[in-house]
Each structure stands twice: as structure tokens, then as C-alpha cells.
């Protein structure tokens, strides 16, 4: 159920940003597209990470973060978390 909200959560601001800031359909796409993909990479990090102790707390920030910085975002958020 967190998992649909989440989603759901990052579709409504995107949505919000791309009127705000009048941004390109295109771009609002690539950017959703990457949040969603950084929710899915943290959410592989934290099941194979449980097993070694990491982990990192799945919320809209840190699925933005990852999703804009990629593996760099997930990296940071390691070391931040420490």
C-alpha cells in the first residue's frame, strides 16, 4: 500500500511541477521515469543491503534524489545515513 502512495505521491508532484514551471511534457516524463527507477534501485538496495546492514530509508526525497543522481545519489545517501 506505501508503495502505490508513493507512486502516486511522486506522479501528483510532478504533475504540480511541470504546471509550475511550465516544463515540457518530454522532460516531466524523463524525470518521472528516473524517480521511479530510484525507487526501484533503493528498493533492491535495502532487500540485498538488509542481509550486510545497510539500508536507506525509502521516501519521496531520497527516491528523487537517486532518481535524478542515479548510482552517485545512492551512494551519497550512504554515506549521509552513516
Request: aromatic content about 18%.
Amino acid at each position: 500500500m506505501n508503495f502505490i502512495f508513493l507512486f502516486l505521491l511522486i506522479l501528483a508532484i510532478f504533475g504540480a511541477l511541470g504546471k509550475i514551471f511550465k516544463l515540457s511534457l518530454k522532460l516531466m516524463a524523463k524525470l518521472f521515469l528516473n524517480a521511479i527507477a530510484g525507487f526501484i534501485l533503493l528498493y533492491i538496495l535495502n532487500y540485498f543491503g538488509s542481509f550486510i546492514g545497510l539500508s536507506i530509508e525509502i521516501n519521496i526525497f531520497s527516491t528523487i534524489f537517486v532518481g535524478i543522481f542515479g548510482i552517485f545519489g545512492i551512494i551519497v545517501l550512504l554515506i549521509l545515513g552513516r
